[in-house]
């Protein structure tokens, strides 16, 4: 069975999730959940632009497969240090940088 990209990414920042990941940053569930609802039709936008040509697509794979992400770990896995929480927004931050090039500004 095949499922949207964004079902995907709404299945594993499930509630649960977020009162994880707003816990582990000592942040509001609702700022943290109302961010979250932002940026995973962002990704998923930008994720979809990015692999309508194959060079895209590459770049996109090579991202995927070079970052914390790439392993699967929990979102407490992600957030539990300070200097894992600086390796995550970093590698976010690079993924927003891929998918977004010079209007990444405008996305923030």
């Known amino acids: 069975m095949t499922t949207l990209p964004l079902d995907h990414l709404w299945s594993v920042f499930n509630p649960s999730a977020v009162n994880e990941l707003a816990r582990s940053l000592n942040e509001n569930k609702a700022n943290t959940q ?3 609802d932002g940026l995973l039709p962002t990704v998923t936008a930008g994720v979809m632009n990015r692999v309508t040509d194959r060079a895209g697509a590459n770049v996109l794979y090579q991202l995927l497969t070079n970052t914390l992400f790439a392993t699967e770990p929990t979102i407490s896995q992600l957030v539990d240090t300070s200097s894992e929480r600086q390796k995550a927004a ?3 931050n690079d993924l927003l940088r ?3 090039d010079q209007r990444i500004h405008q996305v923030a």
């Open 34 to 36: 109302k961010a979250i």
């Open 90 to 92: 970093e590698s976010g």
């Open 98 to 100: 891929k998918l977004y």
